[in-house]
Every structure is written in C-alpha cells, then in structure tokens.
C-alpha cells in the first residue's frame, strides 16, 4: 500500500495568501516530516512532528498532526513567490530510520 | 553550513554499463541513505548504511545494486548493469542518528540510460 499521498497534487495562490496541503497515510509511525524541493534540485528538511505532537510551527510553517485520521496537514503563512515548490511528506515507522515519501503538492505562488 | 555533496550532477551511461554515484555525506553523520526519484514520481527509499553495513533496503534495491563506504567520507553507490529504467534522479541523504530524524540530503545526480 502506498503512503503518504498529498492533496492537493497542484496548488497556485496569490502572493500574501496561505497555502495548506494535506497528507495522508496508512500505517502507524514514528514521526511525519514535511520536505522542499525546488525544480531539479535535492529536498530540503522543513519541519518534523512525533507521533505523539498535535501541531507544531516554524517560523510562517504550521504543521498539525492527526494520528485517529492518519494525516497531516503543513499551512504556509504571507506565502511568497520564493515559495514555489514542491512539497513532500515523509513519515518514518518504527525503529526503522528511512522516509517513506508521498507524491507531493506543487505549490506556486504568483507574485 | 555543512551539506551533503554528490557527484557528478549528470551521468549518461548506455544500457548494460555500470555506473558508480558518489556523495560525501555531512561529517559527524552515522547513517546514510540513497533514494531515486524516476521523473515525475515518488521519491522512493533504496538503501541505508549504518555501522559499515546495510541495514536496511528496498524491494528495488536487488542484485544490481551495491553500496560502500569506502573510506571516512565517500559513500557510493553501484549499479552494475543498468537499465533504462534506472534513469533517474538519485539523491543521497545523510543523518547523525540518535534522536534525529531529520535527514540532509545531497543535490542530486541525474543518471541518463539509453
């Protein structure tokens, strides 16, 4: 089965307006992680939540967690235009230690 | 800020050829990963490496693939026969361990096989 699937797959906004995406996944986990990937480049770590924290925030991110629902849900304030990109959940299980990645939202943020 | 390197960026390779991807992961990391993402997908997980050996890996990770560590900061990765399906970015990723999950990951090499 697959895990963590986002929605939505694209996403375009104004400059200054919020950007929420959603994660779903399906088996139990350790931690969620939410990743950033400009075009053709690698991720880059944006914010981790455990298993047993509701919302989390860093700096304009907002990350909340629901582990009964099996989601996630990363709210991006004042978005700006250098915020286009693609954005990612990885959720860790176990012991084990390696991302389990889902597809990803496309966000662009048109200035 | 320390990050994660990875050479080369591009590797074009023709089918059946083998390839080595490398990547010099952040210093005082203990475990190093390697995940592709085939164009327009997931970013799937392929391998980990902790303590000089694999602990744990992919049903994609089979035969065709190897890992090493062969010195104190290099941290390759082998393929031995490829295949057009493996043309893909392949991202190496490195973590210190511990009560840390987040993982830094390298710019990328993009393989082309044809």
Known sequence: SQQGEEDPQALSIQEGENAT????????????????????RGLVHLILIRSNEREKHSGRLR????T????SSLLITASRAADT???FCATVRGSARQLTFGSGTQLTVLP | ??????TPSHQVTQMGQEVILRCVPISNHLYFYWYRQILGQKVEFLVSFYNNE???????FDDQFSVERPDGSNFTLKIRSTKLEDS??????SNWGGRSYEQYFGPGT???VT
């Not at chain 2, 893909?88 to 990723?93: G, K, W």
């Open chain 2, 88 to 93: 893909a970015m392949y991202f190496c990723a």
């Open chain 1, 63 to 66: 990350v909340t967690l629901d």
């Open chain 2, 54 to 60: 694999i602990s744990e890996k992919s049903e994609i």
């Open chain 1, 85 to 87: 990109a693609s954005y």
């Open chain 2, 1 to 6: 800020e320390p990050e994660v390197t990875q």
């Open chain 1, 21 to 40: 995406m959603n994660c779903s996944y399906k088996t139990s986990i350790n931690n969620l992680q939410w990743y950033r990937q400009n075009s053709g």
């Open chain 1, 68 to 71: 009964s629902k099996k989601s």
């Open chain 2, 110 to 112: 993009r393989l082309t």
